[in-house]
């Protein structure tokens, strides 16, 4: 079986194609240049123009024909309403022609399906972390449950708007952690963990305010945040008494963040898990896995039931596809 996953939730439109046995024939991966942020029309009118191109390129990357696809998938939510729009057009219209079922998949969820697929992580933690969500995740009694999340914003989106504002262009975090590199002068910045919820407004507030070279400020933001991650992650393995933490994201890429979570890992006696680059940011083959796992659980969707769903939470999945975990 071939399943081709589109993606569209943001600023990156990825077209991916996976077989059965979870090889990645395919992901293509095409972002919308959005030096100052992203513009929700604008990045959909460039998923637009792309989509078409993208899954011929996916197609004869893979080395198959239109009619070798057996079911489409697509980002259903949650993320920005024009570009969820315009991929959801562009898989209906590909489902119909092909005659092939289509699925909706939860964008959150195929962060942690891929990550699951490219490690060696079974029943894991999921720190989440990218531009519009912050979330830790694990499995349990039937759903991918929120155990913790952020309250106002993303961590990404927390970097950028300290970026553009700094005069850092889009997206802010990877040129942000090369400036940290150049610092180990530490400031004190606002450190909000409730629970196992976070949050960085008052710590992006803080930051604009301090009268200090850029590389403190862009260190003492990564240290405080990526503290803050590490501690409700590491309340999130002791509650669930699981023992495995896996990370996806655009966010996770950083090296600084891999190590502190590795380091909190290894101290309790758990494993630490992130997939390759490419699985970690907004991708179709996280899409494409995620539909051949929902379908082969009979999660498909008639055309006339395929709407997006901008607010999509990661805990209203049923995960039919997936075995029973141990509860608490």
Request: aromatic share 6%.
């Amino acid at each position: 079986m071939n399943v081709l996953g589109i993606e569209g939730t943001a600023h990156t439109l990825g077209v991916g194609i996976v077989n059965g046995s979870g090889t990645v024939l395919a992901n293509i991966i095409r972002s919308y240049p959005a030096e100052e942020g992203i513009h929700p029309r604008e990045a959909a009118n460039h998923h637009a123009a792309n989509v078409v191109d993208s899954i011929s390129e996916a197609l004869g990357t893979a080395g198959l024909e239109h009619g070798e696809i057996d079911v489409v998938a697509f980002s259903q939510g949650p993320g920005l309403g024009p570009c969820l729009r315009t991929v959801a057009t562009a898989a209906r219209a590909l489902s119909l022609r092909l005659k092939v079922p289509l699925v909706g998949v939860n964008h959150c969820i195929a962060h942690l399906e891929i990550g699951r697929l490219r490690t060696d992580a079974r029943d894991p933690i999921l720190l989440y972390v990218s531009g519009g969500n912050t979330q830790v995740i694990a499995h349990t009694r039937g759903r991918y449950r929120v155990f913790g999340e952020t309250l106002d914003i993303g961590l990404g989106n927390m970097l950028d708007k300290f970026g553009r504002a700094n005069g850092i262009p889009f997206p802010g975090g990877p040129v942000m952690e090369k400036r940290a590199l150049k610092s180990s002068n530490y400031l004190q910045l606002p450190y909000s963990v409730k629970g196992m919820d976070v949050s960085f407004s008052g710590m992006l507030t803080a930051a604009l305010n301090l009268d200090a070279p850029l590389e403190d400020k862009c260190f003492s933001i990564q240290e405080t945040a990526f503290s803050m991650l590490t501690e409700v992650t590491e309340r999130a393995l002791a509650h669930t008494r699981k023992n495995e933490v896996l990370l996806g994201g655009g966010v996770v890429r950083n090296e600084r963040l891999r190590e502190m979570i590795g380091i909190m890992a290894k101290e309790r006696g758990a494993s630490a898990h992130v997939p390759e680059g490419e699985f970690c940011i907004d991708n179709g083959a996280m899409i494409a896995w995620t539909g051949y796992l929902m379908h082969g659980a009979g999660m498909t969707l008639p055309v006339r039931e395929s709407h997006i769903r901008q607010n999509y939470r990661t805990d209203e999945v049923d995960i039919l596809w997936k075995g029973p975990t141990k509860d608490f």
